[in-house]
Antibody, heavy 122, light 110 residues
Framework: EVQLVESGGVVVQPGGSLRLSCAASGFTFDDYAMHWVRQAPGKGLEWVSL????????YYADSVKGRFTISRDNSKNSLYLQMNSLRAEDTALYYC???????????????WGQGTLVTVSS | QSALTQPASVSGSPGQSITISCTGTSSDVGSYNLVSWYQQHPGKAPKLMIYEGSKRPSGVSNRFSGSKSGNTASLTISGLQAEDEADYYCCSYAGSSPVVFGGGTKLTVL
């Protein structure tokens, strides 16, 4: 059974930093690209970032480019999101999501975690 | 990259069919066969319902179907059931961006 478990969400001040983690199990982690998707309270889904199966390629939404860094440790079946220079508008539930296709980008998310809440507030 | 355009809400009675539209541009929906649809119940994570425009993952009811015409994708739910009441989001590959979601549609089963 595929499981994705996010952690690391807390209340942080504007301008602060935070690292989110996502522990994956139930599939061959290093065969799949992984994504972060966020959802502000009461709002819709927003794609944040993508990393290739080997960690060699990364992509970001314009809203987080230059502030967030996605990474993975395939030896630990873990995905990360380093978030710097946080703003109030980054407040959201952050989901990690698995790409549907092995060793390719389908830009389709077939499994999601339950999310971890990041609140940026003074 | 602008979000895809979905109606804010749709409604239908049990047993009826409804369609949710998702309008993009020639830079996303119109150019790629990579539209997906997600169902989200309150307090829950999204669930993949349709991928590549019209394909259903294993375990998803055949009451759910997807299609595309030009820059607009559509999700149709037939034989509406109370459990279908949820928020629905479309999503498309968008080239350099590279992923864009719709704003979401709240489905109410009357």
């Amino acid at each position: 059974e595929v499981q994705l478990v996010e952690s690391g969400g807390v209340v942080v001040q504007p301008g602060g930093s935070l690292r989110l983690s996502c522990a994956a199990s139930g599939f061959t982690f290093d065969d799949y690209a992984m994504h972060w998707v966020r959802q502000a309270p009461g709002k819709g889904l927003e794609w944040v970032s993508l990393i290739s199966w080997d960690g060699g390629s990364t992509y970001y939404a314009d809203s987080v480019k230059g502030r967030f860094t996605i990474s993975r440790d395939n030896s630990k079946n873990s995905l990360y999101l380093q978030m710097n220079s946080l703003r109030a508008e980054d407040t959201a539930l952050y989901y990690c999501a698995k790409d549907r296709v092995r060793s390719a980008y389908s830009y389709t998310f077939d499994y999601w975690g339950q999310g971890t809440l990041v609140t940026v507030s003074s | 990259q602008s979000a895809l355009t979905q109606p804010a809400s749709v409604s239908g009675s049990p047993g009826q069919s409804i369609t949710i539209s998702c309008t993009g541009t020639s830079s996303d929906v119109g150019s790629y066969n990579l539209v997906s649809w997600y169902q989200q119940h309150p307090g829950k994570a999204p669930k993949l319902m349709i991928y590549e425009g019209s394909k259903r993952p294993s375990g998803v009811s055949n009451r759910f179907s997807g299609s595309k015409s030009g820059n607009t994708a559509s999700l149709t739910i037939s034989g509406l059931q109370a459990e279908d009441e949820a928020d629905y989001y479309c999503c498309s590959y968008a080239g350099s961006s590279p992923v864009v979601f719709g704003g979401g549609t709240k489905l109410t089963v009357l």
